[in-house]
């Protein structure tokens, strides 16, 4: 039985004081037994946050991550780095950098970087609308997976602390979570594709996640956690969440 595992991603948000606000908040949270909780700031919160983060018991991730390991690489921050100053997660793939930015192609690097500096890695996956309604969904989250390199002949000791996200791209922000019966079937998806590896990897869902539906996704058995985004910077709702993981 995997721990639950809630990570909430602040995306492009938030002011010292409010992030001090929400920390002063969810601090309870690290104190919460049988769930981990994540969160991710910004980056250049993630120095100041960090040391709060880690005297509670909550973990601390980072958003992005280069796939390079230091040098000539303006704007970058490279996964020695995030670990330097303490985080323990780092999102890679999530689909804002992979349709704004590009980052489809640099997630095989950056999952490679990320684990060199033992860090964990959150590979975020997940089909867009138009994919979704021509029945490519599978075929989809198989393709991004092997684009991470992921499918096929991987060590489990080569992957420890991997970690898998699957956020269908219309449910992020949209209000419009994955039914609970969609979203086991696409975690099954995953799971099988990673063969040996499937039972270690958790796989969270994320989309839409409120204090409403947690519970109803959680309960699926493969689902072992959530990626949060908008809940996250709201206190009282992803305290709520939190509780509810744990008891699920
Ligand atoms: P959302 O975002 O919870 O606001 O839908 C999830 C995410 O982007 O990780």
Redesign the pocket.
Known sequence: MRKPLVIG?W?MNGSRRSIAQVLDGIEPLGRQSGVEVVVCPPFVYLAEVAPRTSAVGLRIGAQHVSEYESGAYTGEVGAAMLADIGCDYVLIG???RRALFGDGKRVAGQLAATLRAGLKPVL?LGEDAEQRQLGETRSVLLSQLAAAGLVGGRETEQLAGLVV?Y?PVW????GNAASPDDAQQAHRWIREALGALGGEVPILY????MAENVAELMVQPDVDGV??????LRVGEFTAICALAAKA
């Open positions: 991603n995306k999530h689909s804002e975020c996200a956020e449910a992020i922000g949209t994320g989309g839409s996640v990626l949060v985004g908008g809940a996250s």
